[in-house]
């Protein structure tokens, strides 16, 4: 399962990245998220449990986190959970009048004859893109709202 959603948010930068990056303030930014707790790693990782809604289905996942604010990227590797093994990459572009915001997925379920299916039609669509959008569109709010 290969899935991208996107926003364009009307803000600089500087007020924008920090507000995906700071997923430990995730719950108080973002109501669909329940927590986001920081989780013992080894070579300085940021790695979390994060847990958010679907509508009234609660989920939950741990990643590792890696901010690239150079790159103007953050990535994750999901640890644990359905989704495990999930990569995922906010991109930043700049446009003519702020910026493109996307949240890229990859997932390959290895679940005997019906991985590909469930990633495809039940987990993407209806759960990790339902989230990103989500996600986004709060970011969106909160980045624009200060300008």
Do not use: C
Not at 34 to 46: C, I, Q, T
Not at 68 to 78: A, K, S, V
């Amino acid at each position: 399962m290969k899935s991208r959603v996107q926003i364009h948010i009307d803000a600089p930068l500087e007020r924008i990245f920090p507000l995906a990056a700071e997923v430990e303030r995730w719950p108080e930014r973002l109501p669909h998220y329940r927590y986001v707790h920081r989780l013992p790693a080894s070579n300085g990782e940021r790695r979390f449990a994060m847990g958010a809604r679907r509508g009234p289905i609660p989920v939950r996942w741990e990643a590792i986190q890696r901010p690239l604010p150079e790159e103007r990227r953050i990535e994750f590797t999901h640890t644990g959970g359905v989704t495990r093994g999930m990569q995922v990459a906010w991109r930043f572009e700049p446009s003519d009048a702020g910026w493109e915001v996307s949240i890229e997925h990859e997932l390959e379920l290895h679940w005997p004859l019906i991985g590909a299916l469930a990633a495809e039609r039940v987990i993407g669509p209806q759960f990790v893109e339902a989230i990103a959008r989500r996600t986004l569109r709060r970011v969106k709010v909160l980045a624009e709202a200060r300008s």
